[in-house]
Structure formats: structure tokens, C-alpha cells
């Protein structure tokens, strides 16, 4: 178990619809990073949040957004969902500074989006 | 653009026997790079990383890689397989945000099978 986990598990949605997934990061870690998996693919970053702020985002549109909260807990919401969005969510806690040294990337088991 | 490859998207070996999963790199400085591990329902669990030095390093569960830069390749070896390491198995470098880490880019994984 790594101390990260999110909500929900599992979730299905029809296309336009908006989405919140939730994370709670592991004790401690102020960056929590958020990962897009569609079915039989890597993880792609999706962006990163530190100190309640984005700190880098990867390939996406503006609808997906997200928000870290003071106690390290942290949201991503995807608007206007298309059939596309359907994949695994997952959200990885680390400790700023570190995460590129040590690999110490934390993930949670995933929220499964299905978009219909 | 940085970019990693997983070229066996499907493994299967025989409990006992030796195993090597191959993956290679694009990347324009050393780079940093990684092996995760998913199980079904899991999140992604670190078995190795090289950073600099030794270019052959040691993991957790008898798992280790071997960098090599003249062919862009950080192949994961294992002497004797066992059932429980079936698996989805990602290779990752580790990306641009270096100031605060998170941001990974991974191969698409080789699904890894062990036969009886």
C-alpha cells in the first residue's frame, strides 16, 4: 500500500458530462501528479500540482483541470467528456525536489472513467 | 522529443526460466529512468531506477536493469521467473520538471505471462 488512494473506483458517465476524481496523497508529500491510462497504453501526465498551484501539464485540453488543497489533497475535473476520456485516472503523491532523484513517485490504484 | 519504447507488447515465459524486458529511449541529456510494475487493480509499484554510475542496478524482487547508453536502452532482467510476477510491466524517463519532479513519460508496457 502506498497511502495514496482515490475516489471513486469505478464511474461511467455519458459524453458532455463533467467529472470530479478525487486523491489523497501519502502523509507528507506536498505534489501530487495526475496520469491518464487509456486500455493497453503507459500512463501520460496529465499535469502536476505543488504548493496549490499547476506546475507543469502534459498534452491536454483546458478541460481537464485540477486543484490541490492545503492538506495535500487534490481534485481533477474533466468537462465535457467525449469517448475518448474513458481510461484509468491515476493520481502519484511525491515530495517535492525529490521525486526526479529517487523515483519515489507514489500512485494510487486508479478511478476507472467510462465514458459512454 | 523525449520518448520511450516497449517493442514486446506481450511476454509470456515459463516459471524458472530467465526473463528479459526490452526497453529503449529517446532522450537529449543522462537520463533518468525507471521500471513500474502493475498487477490487476493496482497502482504502478517502482522495482529499479538509474540515475548515474553503476549501469547495472539492483531492484526489489530479484529484478535488476542494465543501462546502456550507446543503444539507448535500460533492459529489465530477471534469473528465475516466478507466478507472481505476471504482470504489466512500464518502462519510464524521468521528464522536464526536474525542479519538482512528477512528470514521467512511460512506455506503453509489456503485459508479462508466466506459464506453469
Known amino acids: 500500500e502506498t497511502g495514496v488512494t482515490q475516489s471513486p473506483t469505478h464511474l461511467i458517465k455519458t459524453r458532455g458530462q463533467q467529472v470530479t476524481l478525487r486523491c489523497s496523497s501519502q502523509?507528507?508529500?506536498?505534489?501530487v501528479s495526475w496520469y491518464q491510462q487509456a486500455l493497453g497504453q503507459g500512463p501520460q501526465f496529465i499535469f502536476q500540482?505543488?504548493?496549490?498551484?499547476?506546475?507543469g501539464r502534459g498534452n491536454f485540453p483546458p478541460r481537464f483541470s485540477g486543484l490541490q488543497f492545503p492538506n495535500y489533497s487534490s481534485e481533477l475535473n474533466v468537462n465535457a467528456l467525449e469517448l475518448d476520456d474513458s481510461a484509468l485516472y491515476l493520481c502519484?503523491?511525491?515530495?517535492?525536489?525529490?521525486?526526479?532523484?529517487?523515483?519515489?513517485?507514489?500512485f494510487g490504484e486508479g478511478s476507472r472513467l467510462t465514458v459512454l | 522529443a523525449q520518448s520511450v519504447t516497449q517493442p514486446d507488447i506481450h511476454i509470456t515465459v515459463s516459471e524458472g526460466a530467465s526473463l528479459e524486458l526490452r526497453c529503449n529511449y529517446s532522450y537529449g541529456a543522462t537520463p533518468y529512468l525507471f521500471w513500474y510494475v502493475q498487477s490487476p487493480g493496482q497502482g504502478l509499484q517502482l522495482l529499479l531506477k538509474y540515475f548515474s554510475g553503476d549501469t547495472l542496478v539492483q531492484g526489489i524482487k530479484g529484478f535488476e536493469a542494465e543501462f546502456k547508453r550507446s543503444q539507448s536502452s535500460f533492459n529489465l532482467r530477471k534469473p528465475s521467473v516466478h507466478w507472481s510476477d505476471a504482470a504489466e510491466y512500464f518502462c519510464a524517463v524521468g521528464g522536464e520538471t526536474y525542479n519538482q519532479g512528477g512528470k514521467f513519460i512511460f512506455g506503453q508496457g509489456t503485459e508479462l505471462s508466466v506459464k506453469p
Open positions: 502519484a503523491s511525491s515530495l517535492a525536489g525529490v521525486a526526479e532523484l529517487t523515483g519515489e513517485l507514489f
Open positions: 500540482y505543488y504548493r496549490e498551484e499547476e506546475n
Open positions: 502523509s507528507g508529500h506536498n505534489t
